[in-house]
């Protein structure tokens, strides 16, 4: 927010392996430039932004049932758990980042492979590739931050980190709107483990 409402349009209309460039890479560049100039930001100003990303990545993705449409508003609502901790530990943004990247990657690639772009798609791969069903499961579990996975490091550290900063009201916030984020996340990894495609009569 407000530099990232062109995203989620510009998602949708790319394939697969250009997403997985766009959620991840182009990233890179802007988050160095905060990364060198973290000491001379204004923190408050970063946790209103942050926190305005995470709501509205999660709130934008609830209702969405293009795949891509609903990576990239996590990818928005990660980018504000990125931002609101990068004035006062910019090495967990970092953390965040490469781990974000490398989840994401998994799933995009996953994705790719079984040529899904639709929930409805998606509902029918279970039983024709499992093995990557359970990886694409486990990545959307562990981007949505469910312990004990690998995404929930990251949120777990910034909450601590935030709350040493006597910010708990921001930790609480952002954790809260988190759960925004989680329930796509389970619709998605529901519709990755249904056996049968939806029946409409």
């Known amino acids: 927010v407000p530099f990232h409402f062109w995203f989620p ?6 394939s697969l392996p250009i997403g997985l460039l766009l959620s991840t890479a182009m990233k890179f ?10 000491h001379s930001l ?6 209103l932004l942050a926190i305005m990303s995470t709501a509205l990545g999660g709130w934008m993705g609830l209702n969405q049932t293009q795949i891509r ?3 990239a508003f996590s990818s928005i609502s990660h980018l504000g758990w990125m931002a609101i901790i990068i004035a006062f530990n910019p090495k967990l943004t970092l953390l965040n980042f490469y781990l974000y990247s490398l989840m994401t990657a998994t799933v995009f690639l996953t994705l790719n492979t ?3 772009t639709k929930l409805s798609s998606l509902m029918t791969t279970w039983t024709k590739a499992p093995s990557l069903n359970a990886m694409l499961l486990l ?10 996975l690998t995404g929930f490091l990251p949120k777990w550290l910034i909450i601590q980190e935030l709350t040493k900063q006597e910010m708990a009201l921001a930790a609480t916030i952002i954790s809260l709107l988190s759960l925004l984020s989680l329930f796509f996340y389970l619709r998605l990894a529901y519709c990755a483990t249904v056996t049968l495609p939806p029946h409409t009569t």
């Open 139 to 148: 990545a959307l579990l562990s981007l949505a931050g469910l312990p004990p």
């Open 69 to 71: 449409k609903i990576l």
């Open 42 to 47: 204004n923190p408050a100003l970063l946790t």
């Open 29 to 38: 560049p802007p988050l160095t430039l905060l990364f060198m100039t973290s």
């Open 114 to 116: 079984m040529k899904v």
């Open 9 to 14: 349009e510009v998602l949708q209309g790319s």
